[in-house]
């Protein structure tokens, strides 16, 4: 008598993709992200009008009168060509300091988790940076080199080192304690080569959500830094520098500070929402 053995294939784990998009939540906020961006790369070729000319005879012009869809500032610019230049610095900005910031990050974290003899060292200097707030690095900047858009973003890289070195470094601890790591080294493979093809492929995904969360921080700060005077200066158009204009028209024209602060909060709460999915998402003890 003959007994026949049924294989058991396990399902297959839906891909990062559909899990995001079966969740309304972070399919919502995966929208919003992929408009914001297209907005800002698209600005100048998707704005009704130039983002610097003015209209003395439409100054203060509320939103949805006229020939202006969202209004017009103090100085009769469009509100809604500037929201879309606008978007195109804060995004711009966020995407160098955080870029800047997480690749010094992430090689410092690997490099005190790697080289266990310059840990103490790399981790103190991350003890110091973080003892600094990004505030007083943008003040401190902007004193020796001006306010601008280079003070904004060389004070929020430095203010992302030390939390994408933390980061690197715990969970390449982690990765480097796995025994796989001990065979690859018991086979004479290079540190170099080591790193590039194991430690950061399985370091990837808690990096990566940690700066999807970051960059909504950092936009945050960012247009904190702009709405004291520190970061865009005018006529350059930046939600947070936008936001601060408006501030003098604030009780009989709101909707030229309120405008852009919308829309600092939507791009803020889209990324944190986003990054909260792909934290879900990628962690295999959910992916079921």
């Not at 053995?5 to 906020?29: C, F, M």
């Amino acid at each position: 008598m003959s007994t026949t053995v049924t294989e058991v294939v396990p399902p297959a784990r839906p891909g990062t993709l559909k899990i995001l998009l079966r969740e309304p939540a972070a399919a919502v906020s995966l929208a919003v992200v992929v408009l914001v961006i297209l907005a800002a790369l698209l600005a100048p070729w998707i704005a009704p009008y130039d983002p610097f000319d003015t209209d003395l005879m439409a100054v203060m012009q509320p939103p949805g009168e006229g020939a202006y869809l969202l209004g017009t500032d103090g100085q009769g610019r469009d509100m809604l060509s500037r929201m879309l230049h606008g978007l195109r610095v804060t995004l711009a900005m966020g995407a160098l300091s955080l870029g800047i910031g997480g690749v010094i990050g992430v090689a410092m974290g690997f490099a005190a988790a790697y080289y266990r003899r310059i840990d103490g060292l790399l981790m103190r200097l991350a003890d110091i940076m973080l003892s600094f707030p990004a505030i007083l690095f943008g003040l401190a900047i902007a004193a020796i080199f001006g306010p601008g858009v280079t003070a904004v973003v060389i004070a929020l890289a430095v203010a992302t080192i030390p939390l994408m070195a933390r980061i690197a470094r715990s969970t390449a601890l982690v990765v480097l304690g796995l025994d796989y790591i001990e065979a690859a080294r018991a086979q004479g493979m290079g540190d170099a080569r080591l790193i590039w093809r194991h430690l950061m492929p399985n370091c990837a995904s808690p990096i990566l959500v940690f700066a999807t969360l970051r960059f909504g921080q950092v936009i945050l700060l960012g247009s904190a830094l702009s709405f004291l005077g520190l970061g865009a200066q005018p006529p350059i158009a930046e939600l947070g520098a936008m936001a601060a204009q408006g501030r003098t028209f604030l009780f009989f024209a709101p909707h030229i500070s309120v405008i852009p602060a919308i829309g600092i909060f939507v791009v803020v709460l889209a990324f944190n929402v986003l990054g909260d999915a792909l934290r879900d998402a990628l962690d295999p003890r959910l992916r079921i």
